[in-house]
């Protein structure tokens, strides 16, 4: 007696396929009647599926751009308020060069939002630069350390981005030569 490839059921003899097959052949999955979204255009290929490792390195790159505006908010309200309203014990810590240093992540957070791997890049480097003069100066904060491990990581996932990117870039370029 033969045994159906697909499903494992026995075919009887004279048939081409087994019962079950042969009873959900007849009836057609409601996902292959092809459907009309208005987006779509004529010609249009649809947008490939974005894989998970894709999306978990979009979220990383999102939290650390938010991040890295947060610090850089806190660093220019801090130093902002310290200075202007003169408060001695805040002034041990912020200063001018805090809001300034504030002010230079904001603008590297908006550049890492846009997907800039050059600017998250300069980010590390300079929070690795500031945790370093705080070591130096007798401020101890393990907290930073692990800040510069989780930006790190982020820097490997905005080059799976910059990847990404460049390999749809060749393939819309390899369409359009196609096309033409």
């Known amino acids: ?102 002010m230079i992540f904001l603008t590297l957070a908006y550049f890492i939002r846009g997907g800039s791997l050059v600017a998250l890049g300069i980010a590390i480097a300079l929070y690795a630069l500031d945790s370093v003069a705080l070591f130096v100066t007798g401020h101890f904060a393990a907290i930073r350390i692990l800040i510069l491990i989780y930006l790190v990581r982020a820097l490997g996932s905005a080059n799976i981005l910059r990847q990404h990117r460049k390999r749809s870039a060749q393939q819309a370029a390899g369409d359009q030569s196609r096309a033409a």
């Open 1 to 102: 007696m033969a045994v159906c490839k697909r499903c494992g059921c026995a075919i009887p003899l004279g048939s081409k396929s087994c019962d079950m097959c042969a009873t959900t052949a007849s009836i057609a999955p409601a996902q292959s009647i092809p459907t009309w979204t208005p987006n779509e255009t004529a010609g249009a290929t649809p947008p490939a599926p974005v894989s998970a490792t894709l999306r978990k390195a979009q979220k990383a790159i999102r939290s650390a751009w938010q991040f890295i505006a947060f610090i850089g908010a806190l660093a220019v309200v801090a130093g902002t308020v310290a200075e202007l309203g003169n408060i001695s014990f805040l002034l041990t810590y912020f200063d001018w060069y805090t809001a300034v240093e504030g």
